[in-house]
Each structure stands twice: as structure tokens, then as C-alpha cells.
């Protein structure tokens, strides 16, 4: 199993590969690039992270974001630009019938003060758990003002 950027929280470029001792030597040494490279700072990072989740109401925070999602992206269901609006969690995809203009997409979330990355027909958000209610409602918004502009 990798394990990847999740392990500092996004911040910085990090991950584990976790394998058996028949796996690892029937593979070998596993090469690596800058995602796997355990530097001090973002081992230091990673460690920050894990403490900060495993002391927090994680999973509080995900259902209360994942409800937000639902209350604030549902409606999009009934836009004839978008194919489907799925919500599992702190995850929120908005699939649209046609590819994004990334150009046109990324102003309009600049302009409302979110940085998504679309993708494809794809515009999504996976916010951090600690995100507060109002900050979420600032890239719900902006998730829909792109919609409706695109």
C-alpha cells in the first residue's frame, strides 16, 4: 500500500510504501522520486499532522462537511450542464456533460477567492477537516458560480 501526500496534511510532498517481507523481496528496492523522499522537515510535518488528526474530532468534522456539501451542491443536480453531483464524506465532485475551459473555470475561482483544480468534466473540492463552516460556503459558492458561468 502507498501512502501518499495525506501524510502532512497536503503541505508537503511525502509518502510510505508499507508492504510484506515476502512482497519486498520478491520487488526489491522500490525506487523513489521527491514524493517519496523522507526529508527531515517533512517527516516533521507528517508527524505535526498525524498528531493534529488523531487529537481532533475527525470524524465529527468530515460528517459535518460532508453535510454541507449535500445542503449547499445538491441543487446542481438539476443543471442541465451537470452529468452528476456525488458527495462521500469531505469529497465533493461535480461531473458536467462537457469538458471544463480550465482558463475560464480557474478565473471565475480566483475571482471568488478558491483555488480548485478541475479536471476533465470534473470540479471537485476534498477540503481540509479543519475547514470552518464559513470558509466551505466560500467554495460551494464558488463551485456554483462556475457552473452556472461556464
Known sequence: MCLGKALTGGYMTLAATLTTDAISQGVG?????????????????????????????????????????????????????????????????????????????QNLLIDNGVWLRPYGKLLYTM?????SKQELLVVTKAIKTVVEKL
Open 29 to 105: 528496492v522500490l525506487m523513489h522520486g521527491p514524493t517519496f523522499m523522507a526529508n527531515p522537515l517533512a517527516c516533521a510535518v507528517a508527524n505535526a499532522s498525524i498528531k493534529l488528526l488523531l487529537n481532533s474530532p475527525w470524524q465529527d468534522n468530515i460528517a459535518s462537511i460532508e453535510a454541507v456539501l449535500n445542503s449547499e451542491l445538491s441543487s446542481l443536480r438539476s443543471s442541465d450542464k451537470v452529468t452528476d453531483v456525488r458527495i462521500l464524506g469531505a469529497i465533493g465532485v461535480i461531473e458536467l456533460t462537457q469538458d471544463i475551459d480550465i482558463e475560464k473555470a
Open 127 to 131: 477540503p481540509p477537516f479543519t475547514i
